[in-house]
């Protein structure tokens, strides 16, 4: 080994990025990559990892997940939700605010941030809370490091927020230059139905759905975007699974607005037919639809109205899943440890490519949340942030094995093609062939670091 060895080199791959594939290798140094060329160009290193017959992909950005801690740490902490996204090859996350105390103020800010410092795996940033009662909060927030603010609109045990403060709150978010995430959904809509279902009896499954109609994500995105548009603010739209919303979202990106939106696994890939297979389980806020919504989704997702995805990862404990009573059932599930696999399974299937995928669950993200190029690509000079995934290996979803202490999943069961095999964060290798390696605290806060488009 020369005196000028690298730390590391990736070598015999096929490299992915957002417009082709490449036969190529990697050298890293000081946690960036250094060079990219010819394997037999690049230069001696301390370790060297072999991809031949493998694929290499910037790592995932996983913009919606919720860790639990501090306050919920029995459903996920710092430490198990991180493992499960290095052993889900995903390098860099967003927590959401949903926590006690909640990510309202800098005191609790600084709480969550600390304790990420202690025990992430992976790179993270954490979101503040753009909430009825803290608007004065928000400037503190931006000045402490929040990569954006989530905004509740739907039914939340955070509560959700009257029309007045969420088009003041984004007025201020856009003076301070942060994007705002919403969960659009009509709380007042959802409480009603509710009332009169739970009145009725009702306390099936399907009950769940009926309490949001389609008419909640409509109005609420139209809200969200019209907001948007008066304040000159910054949206994205969290966890889309309605197809009658992305019209609204078509028509605001043709005229300008700064919006932007997700979609997650589980609405692409399951319907409410569902519920009789999984019954609870499959409870999540907003729900997954009828059959008829999927296919749209994969639509906007091809034509740029979806810009991206998501995990909406929300990990619980199996008995507040599992009630007989639907509305005793907590709502979400975990989707780290699943979420490459089941879209790898698609490429693999012909629906979409891997380019798509690197568009979707890399560049997007970083792009969207000011990190590219230091993240989301394949560069000399970017972070090196990779996941390794082989295409050929077939695999079972079993939630005893995940690494998140939720161990239920909708998807239980689901044969995949397609698997990611080595995670490498900044250079260090934090998952390699399904076993978590690294040490808790590796992972970095994560800022944006450019002006708002």
């Not at 493998?54 to 501090?70: A, E, N, T």
């Amino acid at each position: 080994m020369s005196p000028g060895a690298v730390d590391l080199v990736i070598r015999g791959g096929r490299l992915v990025s957002s417009t082709a594939i490449m036969s190529a290798g990697i050298a890293i140094e000081g946690g960036v990559i250094v060079a990219i060329s010819r394997d037999d160009a690049l230069p001696d290193s301390r370790e060297t990892i072999d991809a031949t017959g493998k694929y290499v992909l910037p790592g995932v950005i996983d913009p919606h997940v919720h860790f639990r801690s501090p306050g919920y740490e029995y459903k996920e902490d710092w430490a198990s939700g991180t493992a499960a996204a290095a052993c889900g090859g995903v390098t860099t996350v967003f927590e959401m605010p949903n926590s006690d105390p909640p990510t309202s103020t800098v005191d609790a800010l600084q709480i969550k941030q600390q304790i990420a410092s202690r025990d992430a795996y992976v790179d993270y940033g954490v979101y503040g809370l753009l909430g009825q009662q803290n608007l004065g909060d928000l400037p503190g927030l931006a000045r402490h490091g929040v990569i954006g603010l989530k905004c509740f609109m739907g039914n939340n045990p955070i509560g959700h927020i009257d029309d007045g403060a969420m088009l003041e709150g984004l007025e201020i978010a856009a003076s301070l230059g942060l994007r705002v995430t919403v969960h659009a959904e009509n709380a007042t809509i959802i409480e009603r139905k509710t009332g009169r279902l739970r009145a009725s009896g009702r306390r099936d499954p399907l009950a769940h759905l009926e309490s949001r109609p389609a008419v909640c994500a409509v109005d609420a995105v139209e809200r969200a975007v019209a907001f948007a548009e008066a304040a000159g603010a910054q949206v994205h739209i969290a966890h889309e699974g309605c197809k009658d919303a992305l019209p609204i979202i078509r028509a605001a990106k043709h005229r300008g607005v700064a919006v932007t939106a997700e979609t997650c696994p589980h609405y692409l890939l399951l319907t409410a037919e569902d519920m009789h297979r999984v019954g609870p389980v499959l409870r999540v806020n907003p729900p997954v639809r009828a059959a008829g919504h999927a296919e749209p989704l994969w639509s906007g997702l091809a034509d740029g109205v979806i810009d991206m995805l998501a995990t909406d990862h929300a990990p619980h404990a199996i008995p507040e899943k599992t009630a007989d009573d639907i509305w005793d059932c907590v709502s979400g599930f975990g989707g780290l440890e699943t979420a490459i696999p089941l879209l790898l399974t698609e490429v693999n299937r012909g629906r979409i490519t891997l380019e798509q995928y690197v568009t979707w669950s890399s560049l997007a993200p970083a792009r969207v949340w000011g990190l590219y190029p230091r993240k989301g690509v394949l560069d000399v000079g970017s972070d090196a942030d990779i996941v390794i995934v082989d295409l050929a290996q077939e695999a079972t979803i079993r939630a005893d094995r995940f690494q998140s202490k939720s161990k239920i999943t909708p998807f239980e069961g689901f044969r995949t093609k397609g698997q990611p095999v080595c995670t490498i964060v900044r250079g260090r290798v934090v998952m390699r062939d399904g076993a978590l390696e690294g040490r808790p605290g590796w992972g970095r806060l994560v800022t944006s670091h450019r002006a708002p488009a």
